[in-house]
Each structure stands twice: as C-alpha cells, then as structure tokens.
C-alpha cells in the first residue's frame, strides 16, 4: 500500500495569513492526488484534484501544487470559513488511501 | 442536484450484520463508479471498498474483506454495504462517495452522502 504523510497535523493561524500544508506519499503517484476539507459534522468536500485542479465553484484562495512524491496545499489567505480538518488522498493505485489530516484553526 | 443518502446504521452487537444503503438521485447512476468511506469517531478516513459502474470491478480495504460486501442495484439507483461479522473497530460514520468521471474506476471522490452511524457494541 501507499502511505501517505501528511504534515503538520494540525495548525493555528490568524486570518489573513497563508497556509501551507504538505503530503508525501511513499512511492511516486504522478498527479494522482487530491485534496478535501472536512468541517466538523459534515462530509468531505473535494476541493482540488489531480494536484492542481480546482474544483468548480472553489474559491481561489486555495491552490494545489506538486508531482511525484511530494505535494503542498495552499490556502493564500486563511478566512474564518476555512476552519476544517483538509486530507489529501491518491488514487494512483488501490487502496486509495488518505493522509492523517490536519486540522487548521484560527489563532 | 446531485445526492446521495445513506441509511441503515444503527447499534449491532460484536457479530452481528448491517446492511447499509445509499440512494442516489440527480445523477445518471449507471455510469459512475461508486465508493464507501468510513470515519471512527475522532479519526481520519479510511476508504473501505469500491464498485465500478457495471459492478464489473469490485475492490476492498484489507480491514474489511472477507466480512464486507458491496453491491449496487442500477435500477433502483442504489449502492449497497453488506457488513457481516461485525467489530468493534468497524464502529465509524459510513459515507458513500462517487467518482469523478464517467465509466472510470478510480479517481477523486466529488460528492458525498451525508455519512450514517454504524456503533458496534455489546
């Protein structure tokens, strides 16, 4: 199976500031990797897909980047909003399997 | 609009079975495969097993084969989780998740049900 590590786990960051998140899988995936937030309570919501697709109706505030091993997920300026648990996932080979996620709060 | 709506969680005892539905609706059902995600209470997702559009290729986690059987009814626009010899591992919100392209087996998951309980316990 592919291990996906995502980093860091969880975060605190005031409103405005950039986000970085980043998920490294164990053997290369190409660009087979996705990106979703989850707000406490609710189902995951796909937000960018194949690395750096965003997914319609997205804002633009959140971008993805990468190839290979290692992949980063941005959100340019944290809003009250974005509060959620982000996971990324590959799909390149059975199990598709998830990172641990991490949880962005507001400072 | 597209949805999707779980239903058949509910306690079991350790052993027992469950059979979970999804009921799609707002989309062309037949040709898209479809999955089950599973969430333990304060953890990550974990994705539990998969079904192509012609239930042609069917796919598990190592966590649940053997003891899990998906199915779908592309009449009834409905996905199927049967789940026997239950754990109490096995004790998650169970989502149901479409992939995003037509005929594709794999891919991003771009909707998702509401997620039903499923607690194992004594």
């Known amino acids: 199976d592919i291990q996906m590590t995502q980093s860091p786990s969880s975060l605190s960051a005031s409103v405005g500031d950039r986000v970085t998140i980043t998920c490294q899988a164990s053997?290369?995936?190409?660009?087979?990797l996705n990106w979703y937030q989850q707000k406490p309570g609710k189902a995951p919501k796909l937000l960018i897909y194949d690395a750096s697709n965003l997914e319609t109706g997205v804002p633009s505030r959140f971008s993805g980047s990468g190839s290979g091993t290692d992949f980063t997920f941005t959100i340019s300026s944290l809003q009250p909003e974005d509060i959620a648990t982000y996971y990324c996932?590959?799909?390149?080979?059975?199990?598709?399997?998830f990172g641990g996620g991490t949880k962005v709060e507001i400072k | 609009e597209v949805q999707l709506v779980e239903s058949g969680g509910g306690l079991v005892k350790p052993g027992g079975s469950l059979r979970l539905s999804c009921a799609a609706s707002g989309f062309t059902f037949s040709s898209y495969s479809m999955n089950w995600v599973r969430q333990a209470p304060g953890k990550g997702l974990e994705w539990v097993s998969s079904i192509s559009s012609s239930s042609s290729y069917i796919y598990y986690a190592d966590s649940v084969k053997g003891r899990f059987t998906i199915s779908r009814d592309n009449a009834k626009n409905s996905l199927y989780l049967q789940m026997n010899s239950l754990r109490a591992e096995d004790t998650a919100v169970y989502y149901c998740a479409r992939v995003y392209w037509v005929y594709d087996s794999s891919g991003p998951f771009d909707y998702w049900g509401q997620g039903t309980l499923v607690t194992v316990s004594s």
């Open positions: 996932q590959q799909y390149d080979n059975l199990p598709p399997d």
């Open positions: 053997q290369d995936i190409s660009n087979y």
